[in-house]
């Protein structure tokens, strides 16, 4: 999960003193998530994102986390085509965030927008939307950026509260899953977790009403229905080792 990070390169505070100039152009480019073949997932994404990619969790130091898998080999994105374009219906909030991203919030610390001032589409030529008006007050774009960032927090929030009640409830089973392209390729994928579907059957009633309340055994239901979209993905691979675009 750690090559996820990677995507931001020089994340620094949003400044009205030091961006007052500054534009982003973000266009239909992907190709800074080219090398992630997996990207974090909030609850709030589980509905639309189950319907056409797998979604597993993976641990990262004493928390797991909800992940969309997009590419089976190391630094391979499978829904990323050679020009840049996203290939698929759905695009995750984490990569819709960027070149944003909030630092801190540790310890009372108050987060803090940053921007990747290395993404290719931050400019000082007035192409895209600026950042800043001539006075140095906040544009309408990086309010909403803002806002978006905000409530993507949020929301990594409530996905952590509900990735700890799965392990509270000891639903999560480590897992493993493996496909061979018609060329004799092996590919592999895992190192993951999934809800296990018989230790949830297991649970008791008082366990499965309260899941239901929440809102949370929805989620889970997205998440072990997103399992049959690994297929999806082979057939991807297998395009793209014949030399054409993602399917």
């Known amino acids: 999960m750690t090559k996820q990070l990677m995507i931001y390169e020089n994340a620094v505070p949003v400044s009205a003193d030091e961006h007052r100039g500054l534009s982003v152009r973000q266009g239909t480019s992907f190709g800074f998530?080219?090398?992630?073949?997996?990207?974090?997932?909030?609850?709030?994404?589980?509905?639309?994102?189950?319907?056409?990619?797998?979604?597993?969790?993976?641990?990262?130091?004493?928390?797991?986390?909800?992940a969309l898998v997009i590419g089976l080999r190391a630094d391979e994105n499978?829904?990323?085509?050679?020009?840049?374009?996203?290939?698929?219906?759905?695009?995750?909030?984490?990569?819709?965030?960027?070149?944003?991203?909030?630092?801190?919030?540790?310890?009372?610390?108050?987060?803090?927008?940053?921007?990747?001032?290395?993404?290719?589409?931050?400019?000082?030529?007035?192409k895209g939307e600026h950042l800043f008006d001539s006075d140095g007050n906040r544009t309408q774009y990086l309010n909403t950026m803002l806002q978006f960032a905000s409530d993507y927090q949020t929301q990594h929030a409530v996905?952590?509260?509900f990735t700890e009640r799965l392990r509270t409830l000891d639903l999560l089973e480590q897992a493993t899953a493996t496909a061979s392209l018609p060329d004799g390729t092996r590919l592999s994928l895992g190192g993951f977790q999934r809800v296990s579907a018989e230790r949830l059957a297991a649970l008791g009633d008082a366990d499965v009403l309260d899941l239901f309340r929440s809102g949370m055994l929805s989620v889970i239901q997205a998440h072990l229905a997103s399992l049959s979209r690994l297929p999806a993905l082979l057939v991807r691979a297998e395009r793209r080792a014949n030399g054409g675009q993602a399917d």
């Open 78 to 126: 499978l829904c990323v085509n050679a020009d840049g374009t996203w290939d698929g219906d759905y695009v995750p909030a984490f990569l819709r965030r960027y070149p944003f991203v909030f630092s801190g919030g540790t310890e009372g610390e108050p987060f803090t927008l940053c921007i990747d001032t290395a993404f290719e589409g931050v400019n000082e030529d007035d």
């Open 33 to 66: 998530a080219a090398a992630l073949n997996s990207v974090p997932l909030v609850v709030a994404e589980f509905e639309k994102a189950s319907a056409e990619y797998p979604i597993i969790f993976a641990a990262e130091g004493e928390a797991m986390t909800p």
């Open 159 to 161: 996905t952590r509260s």
